[in-house]
């Protein structure tokens, strides 16, 4: 019997944080495992302190802060934990250089996708290991998930962010750092296959102080974060408009979307942001749930196995990760953003084709439940 200590952020991101931490905490104690789970603000607060000196076979946090709390003589304070830390990434390791470089005693790392496992295995050598760790979902059974029953023709759930102001504020940034900001887009724009980082590296040769950016790469990765929230947004946002002007229904579950051009389409629904658990109940109501990974170019995105959990049919974009583990036409629908004209076809054709849209949704839910649930997770960590 091993002794688990999971951190929470209870208020952050719809709940997402909580909800991963219960779930993953629940699947280690149904395998018959102790599993403290602490919740804590994002400023922490000193009732962490009872944590210092205790032993545990291993700690896990969710897109943490806490490997920059320092103690009043300058030590860390995970190193006061008796444990292995892994801190398990929800996004591209950019955005958390400044927890990432931490050198920590004993530092783990389990991310989305396999580039960010080779990146942050690159570029922080102190960090003894990292893995691919997808977060998944749960079936919310015994809810009806027949087709009858589904009164959502095709659901995204996802924030809305205005690439217009990120885009401002790229122009808002020192001119070197603004100017290298628009180059790594029109780059990967170019070519979408390119990640930051590979799109980073052919644009080296050409930058001045190459020689500078390299050793501080990580560094000049994260000040241009703008890049990633650009094309995602950028993205988003096309993908969603292409599907209205189709004429789809199509029903939006997120922050913002009402001061998005969406909101003008009549066909368009707008469920405004309900918390991470809540938005289960949609994909079950769902007919087609559609992904858009989050420029994640080899790996996965919790959405996906949620659908599929819930018999919903995931249309996404693919990965050679996501290929290697779910064949088109079972479970999910592969599209490329380059052609959505196919994908809007596609999606016209299967809502007029329930038998066999509850077919494809059906036949992914079997491999799902057995290789991507919480347990399955749980027993990946155990094997560890």
């Not at 208020?11 to 909580?18: D, I, K, L, T």
């Not at 927890?99 to 530092?107: E, G, I, K, N, T």
């Not at 004429?247 to 389409?265: E, I």
């Not at 170019?297 to 779910?326: E, Q, V, W």
Request: glycine share 4%; net charge negative.
């Amino acid at each position: 019997m091993k002794h688990f200590l999971i951190f929470a952020v209870q208020s952050v991101c719809y709940g997402s944080y909580a909800y991963f931490a219960n779930a993953l905490g629940k699947a280690l104690t149904d395998a018959g495992h102790i599993v403290e789970t602490f919740a804590y603000a994002t400023k922490a607060p000193k009732s962490l302190e009872c944590l210092l000196n205790r032993t545990f076979d291993a700690v896990f946090d969710f897109n943490s802060g806490l490997p920059r709390l320092t103690m009043e003589d300058g030590s860390f304070f995970l190193d006061h934990i008796q444990a292995p830390f892994y801190n398990i990434l929800l996004d591209h390791p950019l955005y958390h250089h400044n927890s990432l470089q931490q050198p920590l005693a004993d530092f783990h790392a389990l991310c989305m996708d396999e580039n960010h496992r080779d990146y942050i295995l690159a570029c922080y050598p102190h960090i003894a290991s990292a893995a691919v760790f997808p977060m998944t979902g749960e079936d919310i059974a015994p809810t009806d998930a027949s087709y009858p029953s589904k009164k959502i023709d095709v659901l995204f759930s996802g924030t809305y962010t205005d690439y217009r102001e990120v885009e401002n504020a790229i122009h808002a940034t020192p001119p070197f750092l603004g100017n290298l900001t628009k180059q790594l887009i029109e780059h990967i724009q170019a070519d979408p296959v390119l990640t930051q980082e590979a799109a980073f590296q052919q644009l080296l040769p050409s930058l001045e102080s190459s020689d500078i950016i390299t050793e501080t790469f990580p560094l000049h990765m994260q000040a241009c974060f703008l890049c990633d929230t650009y094309l995602r947004a950028y993205k988003r946002e096309h993908l969603l408009l292409q599907i209205a002007k189709a004429g789809l229904p199509l029903t939006l579950c997120g922050n913002g979307w009402r001061k998005s051009p969406l909101a003008a389409f009549q066909q368009v629904q707008i469920i405004d942001d309900i918390a991470f658990r809540d938005t289960f109940s949609l994909f079950r109501l769902s007919k087609i749930t559609v992904n858009l990974l989050p420029e994640f170019k080899n790996g996965s995105h919790d959405r996906i196995y949620t659908a599929i959990l819930n018999h919903s049919l995931c249309m996404t974009d693919a990965t050679p990760y996501l290929t290697r583990r779910f064949t088109d036409g079972e479970g999910v629908c592969y599209y490329d953003i380059q052609d959505l004209d196919a994908l809007t076809h596609r999606m016209a054709d299967l809502l007029a084709s329930p038998a066999q849209l509850s077919q494809i949704a059906q036949s992914g839910y079997s491999l799902a439940k057995k290789m991507h649930s919480w347990q399955a997770r749980a027993a990946y960590l155990l094997e560890r």
